[in-house]
């Protein structure tokens, strides 16, 4: 018995020790490696493993696609990865190989249950310096499911009046958008009034490069 109980605390030593050892671990390209190890496409390279903003992320490439995703320890202190609602995934994608013709590729995602969005771009012409992205608040870009509108395609519809991403949503038609350059009209949904001018001013950086008419019903 003695030997069983002094067996038991020499195990329980060891481990507490291999435990504060993997938690003093910082992540490596490695780590990237082994946590992709079953993925398919496999990871062809990890480009970079770095804290930033007291996360750890890491930056790396399959033969489809490149991927940005958080590092975080579980309680043995091996290194996983977590996207925002608590998955094994990364945070933002896109495209590899892109298109010669493409002058960059870029990709976004959120959640709506903290509010933060990941942009993540991938420049592909060596004279781009500096790309700007612009954010519009009040404005959300969804669709109604099981609809058809005519480009094939479920009907589209701009949100207007919420800042943070949504999944379902209810609300008034208020509006129709209809590009008379394009095949696609869009709704405009709200819970509260607005003008056509003040619907022009919320849409303008999605629609400046189509002809529109604002129609209401008033």
Do not use: C
């Not at 290194?79 to 190989?97: M, R």
């Amino acid at each position: 018995m003695r030997k069983l109980i002094i067996g038991i605390a020499v195990m329980t030593i060891l481990f507490s020790i291999l435990l504060i050892y993997n938690h003093k671990q910082l992540p490596t390209k490695e780590d990237v490696f082994k946590i992709t190890g079953d993925w398919s496409p496999k990871t062809e390279e990890v480009y970079l493993v770095r804290k930033i903003d007291e996360e750890w992320l890491t930056i790396f490439r399959n033969s489809h696609s490149v991927l940005v995703s958080r590092l975080e320890q579980n309680w043995l202190g091996f290194w996983e990865f977590k996207d925002d609602l608590g998955g094994e995934g990364s945070l933002a994608s896109t495209y590899y190989p892109p298109e010669q013709n493409d002058e960059f590729t870029w990709g976004a995602s959120g959640s709506d249950e903290v509010g933060i969005s990941y942009y993540f771009g991938h420049i592909i012409n060596p004279k781009i310096q500096e790309i700007k992205v612009e954010t519009e608040k009040g404005i959300y870009d969804g669709y109604i499911p099981n609809t058809k509108a005519e480009d094939g395609e479920e009907i589209d519809v701009y949100i207007l009046g919420e800042n943070k991403p949504l999944y379902n949503y209810e609300g008034t038609v208020i509006a129709i958008v209809n590009r008379k350059n394009d095949d696609e009209d869009k709704l405009v949904v709200a819970n509260q009034k607005y003008s056509i001018d003040e619907i022009k001013s919320v849409i303008h950086f999605q629609e400046q490069f189509f002809d529109i008419d604002i129609i209401t019903s008033s």
